[in-house]
């Protein structure tokens, strides 16, 4: 039988997050080929009722410890490091996220695990795991072996299902039995990301302009489609950059993470840190004048043609159908 698999959990301000889930349910999907035991941990105070809703794990175990909350990298990892020896876990997942920045490059040095970051596929074969790892902004994809499927896998946030890993059932909760380490630095308070009138996250249409859009007066154009679309609008990095529109709507590497249900993109050349932000759209579709923007590659469908031209024309005719 494989070693055990251990999943960190990733909470905010009380509520997990949903890469909790996704790592869940992808955890599950390798445990079960691997015939391994599946662990998920909860850091932090309030642990327990958070942990009670990982039902997909085999068990979930908890540190409560308010220094755990929102602790730093070094403390997180310090925690993890016990769990494994404890549980002798061999394949560890955690969120490749704000969250965790910094987590997995230190327990790799305090464990001797290799640490493979930002992992958006992950198959379990003959023993092992195999990981598809982005770098450089998507623009190279390595493929990783875990020998023994022993090593800390950081997850791309989006890269699985999250319903995968939701469940009704409730797992055994056990104190996992963690010494806390007082933390160098300290956790003040949370900032709330300045979202503007909305958040761009949350909308299930994006009409999203880049810089094909030309001018700051066509952006209006781009407004009233994504109003006629009972959505919103968003943006590629340069948009921004011209004040076009505030930084709350840039998508990608250096903006936000959107995952809409479809993701409109006008005059978008495609480029590996826009595309980042925009890849986990359920449909897209593009429209460019260049036949050989990088943007064809990965859209559902694609129009060779004028953003100027297209966004007028189909405004007008979702205008006439509802009217
Ligand atoms: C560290 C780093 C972080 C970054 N972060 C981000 C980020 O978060 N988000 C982001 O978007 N970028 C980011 N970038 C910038 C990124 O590399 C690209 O430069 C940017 O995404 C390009 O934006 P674009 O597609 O709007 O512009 P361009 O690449 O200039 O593409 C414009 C496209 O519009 C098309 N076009 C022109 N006229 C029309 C028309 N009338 N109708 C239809 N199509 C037309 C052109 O054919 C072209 O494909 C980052 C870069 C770095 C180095």
């Not at 109003?227 to 950059?241: H, K, N, Q, T, Y």
Request: proline share 6%; glycine share 12%.
């Amino acid at each position: 039988m494989a070693k055990p698999i251990l999943m960190l959990a990733e909470q905010v301000r009380g509520q997990l997050s949903d890469i909790s889930f996704e790592m869940l349910g992808l955890g599950r999907r390798l445990a079960d080929a691997l015939g391994a035991p599946l662990s998920a941990l909860v850091l932090g105070s309030e642990g327990a009722p958070l942990a009670a809703r990982l039902g997909l794990a085999d068990k979930a175990l908890t540190a409560e410890d308010p220094r755990l909350n929102m602790a730093p990298p070094g403390t997180m990892a310090d925690a993890l490091r016990q769990v494994i020896e404890k549980e002798q876990a061999g394949l560890v997942l955690i969120g490749a996220t704000n969250v965790c920045m910094g987590v997995g490059s230190i327990l790799s040095a305090r464990t001797g695990l290799p640490f493979v970051n930002n992992v958006r596929q992950a198959q379990a074969e003959e023993g092992a795991v195999r990981l598809t790892s982005q770098m450089y902004g998507g623009k190279i994809l390595a493929d990783v072996r875990l020998g023994g499927a022993c090593g800390i896998a950081g997850i791309y946030p989006g890269a699985f299902p999250a319903d995968a890993g939701r469940s009704d059932k409730a797992p055994p909760v056990e104190a996992a039995g963690v010494t806390v380490t007082a933390p160098k630095e300290t956790f003040e308070r949370y900032i709330e990301p300045e979202t503007g009138d909305v958040d761009i996250t949350k909308e299930k249409v994006l009409v999203a302009v880049g810089r094909g859009i030309q001018t700051q007066d066509n952006v209006g154009m781009a407004e009233e489609l994504a109003a006629a679309l009972g959505g919103a609008v968003c943006a590629s990095r340069p948009v921004i950059d011209q004040g076009w529109l505030p930084l709350s709507r840039q998508v990608g590497k250096s903006g936000m993470n959107v995952k809409p249900r479809l993701y409109l993109a006008l005059g978008i050349s495609g480029a590996p840190e826009h595309w980042e932000g925009m890849q986990g759209s359920q449909c897209i579709i593009a429209v460019n004048t260049d036949a050989k923007a990088p943007i064809f590659d990965g859209a559902h469908y694609g129009i060779v043609g004028d953003a100027l031209e297209f966004i007028p024309l189909l405004t007008d005719r979702l205008k006439a159908r509802r009217g």
